[in-house]
């Protein structure tokens, strides 16, 4: 089959002639018919400080992705032949501590198809143990399943904390960041300010349902934007930038005893001043992948309600033509890219 492989320790993804996929005892063999590229999927590509560490090619990279059941293993009981489905990413132990008392997304020995330990879906065929599979409801459109992983990581972000009737600042419209000011609106906040400085960007946020966009590339200020709201600041912030003085511009104007869920990896060395954090009673909490299997259920929830997320599709191209893809998404100039068989 073919397949879009990291084949070597440098820059750069390789589309190839591989071997089809093993399909173990527990496993479903899924045709994929389209995936998306993801951002760490970027940082494969570039071979970046994070992948050097957390990668070791070759393997075939794609976690975002849809497709439909063509072979189940012996031990398979849940999944037939001919459905349509999608994954979790994150395969986990299911016996460790964390797995246990229901917490599995923070497995201590969890895989990640297409970044390590497990082959992934940016080829015709990919094998996923059942107990990850997601079944898909007709309702819910191919190219929407296909970026149900990344729609995961903004569902979990955003409902970390309450949000009906609450200000909330979202820094980083990038893909996440996009849906995210989607869920806010969906799920009954107030105000939706977000922030960034890619005006194509802040145009999706904007039709995904923010209230106010910053573009502090222009200029732009959260001053300005909640005096124009009225506020004198946010009860809820999702940062979603990995930037540390988009980080801290978001300390600064959170209302005392607010809540910030982060999703975006700051680098280690970020610093911040924390006595607006301890002073101002902040709550920060960490944000990783997608709770098993609550926030499945949540999303499914809200596609099944009439979420939309066709503005964050701005692209698509047949996996032959994946260069371009990769191109587009390195210029930064797009939403989320598809690549279709
Ligand atoms: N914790 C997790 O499990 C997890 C999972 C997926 C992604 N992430 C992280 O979440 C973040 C968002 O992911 P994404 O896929 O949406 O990434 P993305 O690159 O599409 O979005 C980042 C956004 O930040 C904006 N940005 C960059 N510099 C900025 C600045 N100085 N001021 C304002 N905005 C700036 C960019 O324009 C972009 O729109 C990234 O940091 C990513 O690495 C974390
Ligand atoms: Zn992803
Ligand atoms: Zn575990």
């Known amino acids: 089959m073919k397949a879009l492989v990291k084949r070597y320790p440098r820059r750069g993804i390789w589309f190839e002639d591989v071997p089809m996929p093993e399909v173990g005892v527990n496993d479903v063999l899924i045709k994929v018919t389209k995936a998306a590229i993801c951002g760490t999927d970027m940082h494969m590509y570039k071979w970046d400080e994070w992948s050097q560490k957390h990668c070791t090619p070759p393997y075939i990279q794609g976690h975002e992705f849809v497709g439909r059941v063509v072979e189940v293993g012996a031990g398979v009981r849940n999944i037939s032949v001919g459905e349509r489905v999608t994954a979790e990413g994150h395969i986990v132990c299911g016996h460790c501590r964390n797995c246990r008392r229901g917490m599995a997304h923070v497995c201590e020995n969890s895989l ?17 143990p059942e107990s990850n599979i997601v079944k898909l409801r007709d309702e819910i459109p191919d190219d929407f399943a296909a970026i149900m992983d990344p729609f995961g990581n903004a569902t979990h972000t955003a409902l970390a904390f309450p949000l009906l009737g609450e200000d909330v600042l979202i820094t980083g419209a990038g893909l996440i960041g996009t849906m995210a000011a989607g869920i806010c609106r969906f799920a009954g906040a107030k105000n939706i300010v977000v922030l960034d400085i890619n005006p194509l960007r802040l145009d999706i946020a904007k039709r995904m349902g923010a209230t106010l966009t910053v ?9 300005s934007a ?14 979603m930038s990995g930037v540390p003085d988009v980080f801290n511009n978001m300390v600064e104007h959170m209302y005392k005893g607010a ?29 990783t992948g997608r709770r098993m299997w609550e926030t499945w ?23 032959e033509r994946y260069q371009e893809a990769f191109d587009v998404m390195e210029s930064g100039q797009c939403g989320k890219v598809l690549l279709e068989w």
């Open 112 to 128: 990640s198809v297409g970044i390590f330990g497990k082959d992934g879906a940016f080829a015709e065929y990919v094998s996923i």
């Open 297 to 319: 259920y949540q999303m499914e929830q809200m596609l099944l309600g009439g979420f939309d997320l066709t503005p964050v599709i701005t692209h698509r191209f047949p996996f």
């Open 215 to 223: 573009n502090t590339a222009a200029g732009e200020t959260l001053d």
């Open 226 to 239: 909640m005096a124009q709201l009225g506020i004198k600041g946010f009860d809820v912030g999702l940062e």
């Open 259 to 287: 809540n910030i869920a982060q999703l975006g990896i700051l680098p280690s060395d970020t610093k911040v001043n924390w006595s607006d954090i301890i002073f101002n009673a902040l709550t920060i909490k960490g944000i």
